[in-house]
């Protein structure tokens, strides 16, 4: 475009030029007699393509400079528009939080990246469903359970110290009852909660009164949930495989129902054995839809955070998920996040080149199906890759012993990264 205006502006000065020698030619008529005919043609010539020219660059120039500056406006910074208030915001019982819709919200930059949620009121980031999504937040407020309830506890639990579970806690986000896992799950399992998505199936592992079971049924209806707890063995030894502190789940309404329709499982998660036999026996049917989230919010013992991964994360089909929930710092859950972790982090990013220091996997069983891993305060989610889901020996679907020791994984030891 700027070479063009360039020439136009050269060859635009040709009709004037000819204009001012058509203006002495007559003025000195007498000379005309003198020319040649060859000589009077050029020059006829010359005062017809001039013309011919100054019809034609005239526009061009216009259109030309037109081009320019459309480019030179492409490389302006883009005029400031308020799209807040075209946001939809969460909407909750809880008047100190309610924020009504519509209404400009004041957001903190840094949390607000993709404009995919906002801060409320109180300060509180959340997630805003994409359209045609239910929304987890709202849903398990609904059935009380503690996945969502830290941000409704916290402002209480900050003017009043004795409100607070941990009280002294430096980030005071750890200081109320309960979670804030509802900004991950409506990231990740936000688009199983449309009502177009395929069928397929859910498990969690750990019912105990079912609040969290509860939201999971009405977050997923295309799921077909499970769930596995221990509580409702029959009561007696634990030496005898029973159950002597109470049937927790038992409390939940729906109870007996989930138990007719052989969706609530009774039994130790742990246990590899009943791990294997609810898998083939009433999951792994030939009409069952395929199984694309486990969940594991059970005991937070770090053992058994493990076993989950290792049984459960090679049979869910790709681009699948598995969540562990509760891994905060508590003793029980340490060893999870401090031993499991780097470990499987360090996997993730292995590449094997020969060309570099001679590097080892720490888990060949999950490596091959690992596609990402994704943590937020408390909770990490395991992505699969696309490799068909794996049905792996009950040896191989037991954790290594290096799982929960990092340092029997020779690649963690100094001299190995």
């Given at each position: 475009?700027?070479?063009?205006?360039?020439?136009?502006?050269?060859?635009?000065?040709?009709?004037?030029?000819?204009?001012?020698?058509?203006?002495?030619?007559?003025?000195?008529?007498?000379?005309?007699?003198?020319?040649?005919?060859?000589?009077?043609?050029?020059?006829?010539?010359?005062?017809?393509?001039?013309?011919?020219?100054?019809?034609?660059?005239?526009?061009?120039?216009?259109?030309?400079?037109?081009?320019?500056?459309?480019?030179?406006?492409?490389?302006?910074?883009?005029?400031?528009?308020?799209?807040?208030?075209?946001?939809?915001?969460?909407?909750?019982?809880?008047?100190?939080?309610?924020?009504?819709?519509?209404?400009?919200?004041?957001?903190?930059?840094?949390?607000?990246?993709?404009?995919?949620?906002?801060?409320?009121?109180?300060?509180?980031?959340?997630?805003?469903?994409?359209?045609?999504?239910?929304?987890?937040?709202?849903?398990?407020?609904?059935?009380?359970?503690?996945?969502?309830?830290?941000?409704?506890?916290?402002?209480?639990?900050?003017?009043?110290?004795?409100?607070?579970?941990?009280?002294?806690?430096?980030?005071?986000?750890?200081?109320?009852?309960?979670?804030?896992?509802?900004?991950?799950?409506?990231?990740?399992?936000?688009?199983?909660?449309?009502?177009?998505?395929?069928?397929?199936?859910?498990?969690?592992?750990?019912?105990?009164?079912?609040?969290?079971?509860?939201?999971?049924?009405?977050?997923?209806?295309?799921?077909?949930?499970?769930?596995?707890?221990?509580?409702?063995?029959?009561?007696?030894?634990?030496?005898?495989?029973?159950?002597?502190?109470?049937?927790?789940?038992?409390?939940?309404?729906?109870?007996q129902q989930y138990l007719d329709e052989n969706r609530l499982h009774c039994g130790d998660a742990n246990n590899i054995t009943f791990l294997d036999t609810v898998w083939k026996n009433e999951m792994k049917?030939?009409?069952?839809?395929?199984?694309?989230?486990?969940?594991?919010?059970?005991a937070h013992l770090a053992e058994h955070m493990v076993q989950s991964v290792f049984y459960w994360f090679p049979r869910i089909e790709p681009r699948g998920v598995l969540v562990v929930e509760d891994i905060?710092?508590?003793?029980?859950?340490?060893?999870?996040?401090?031993?499991?972790?780097?470990?499987?982090?360090?996997?993730?990013?292995?590449?094997?080149?020969?060309?570099?220091?001679?590097?080892?996997?720490?888990?060949?069983?999950?490596?091959?199906?690992?596609?990402?891993?994704?943590?937020?305060?408390?909770?990490?989610?395991?992505?699969?890759?696309?490799?068909?889901?794996?049905?792996?020996?009950?040896?191989?679907?037991?954790?290594?012993?290096?799982?929960?020791?990092?340092?029997?994984?020779?690649?963690?030891?100094?001299?190995?990264?």
């Amino acid at each position: 475009a700027f070479y063009l205006l360039r020439q136009s502006t050269v060859i635009a000065t040709l009709p004037g030029m000819a204009n001012r020698f058509l203006g002495t030619l007559q003025s000195k008529t007498k000379m005309a007699t003198n020319f040649g005919v060859t000589q009077f043609l050029l020059v006829a010539n010359l005062i017809v393509m001039s013309f011919t020219a100054w019809l034609f660059w005239n526009p061009a120039n216009a259109n030309v400079q037109s081009l320019v500056d459309n480019e030179a406006a492409s490389f302006m910074p883009l005029k400031k528009e308020s799209t807040i208030n075209n946001i939809r915001t969460i909407d909750t019982h809880d008047s100190t939080r309610k924020i009504k819709s519509g209404r400009k919200q004041k957001r903190n930059s840094t949390t607000t990246t993709g404009l995919i949620g906002s801060v409320d009121s109180a300060g509180f980031y959340f997630v805003h469903p994409k359209e045609g999504e239910r929304n987890f937040y709202k849903i398990g407020e609904g059935t009380h359970t503690d996945k969502v309830s830290a941000p409704g506890r916290l402002p209480s639990c900050l003017k009043n110290d004795k409100s607070c579970t941990r009280p002294n806690c430096t980030r005071v986000e750890c200081r109320p009852w309960g979670h804030h896992y509802d900004t991950i799950y409506q990231q990740r399992l936000g688009p199983y909660s449309r009502d177009d998505v395929e069928p397929f199936q859910f498990l969690e592992i750990g019912f105990y009164q079912g609040g969290g079971y509860d939201t999971y049924r009405e977050f997923l209806p295309r799921g077909e949930c499970h769930s596995m707890e221990i509580a409702c063995l029959p009561e007696g030894p634990r030496n005898e495989g029973k159950w002597p502190w109470g049937n927790f789940a038992a409390k939940n309404p729906r109870y007996q129902q989930y138990l007719d329709e052989n969706r609530l499982h009774c039994g130790d998660a742990n246990n590899i054995t009943f791990l294997d036999t609810v898998w083939k026996n009433e999951m792994k049917r030939p009409d069952a839809p395929p199984l694309k989230i486990v969940i594991d919010d059970g005991a937070h013992l770090a053992e058994h955070m493990v076993q989950s991964v290792f049984y459960w994360f090679p049979r869910i089909e790709p681009r699948g998920v598995l969540v562990v929930e509760d891994i905060q710092p508590i003793q029980e859950a340490n060893p999870f996040r401090t031993q499991f972790l780097p470990q499987i982090m360090k996997d993730l990013h292995f590449c094997g080149d020969p060309k570099q220091q001679r590097d080892e996997l720490c888990f060949p069983s999950l490596f091959p199906l690992l596609a990402s891993i994704h943590c937020e305060m408390h909770i990490c989610i395991f992505e699969r890759n696309d490799h068909p889901a794996k049905e792996l020996s009950l040896d191989k679907s037991t954790p290594p012993k290096n799982a929960l020791d990092l340092k029997q994984c020779k690649s963690m030891l100094n001299g190995h990264w």
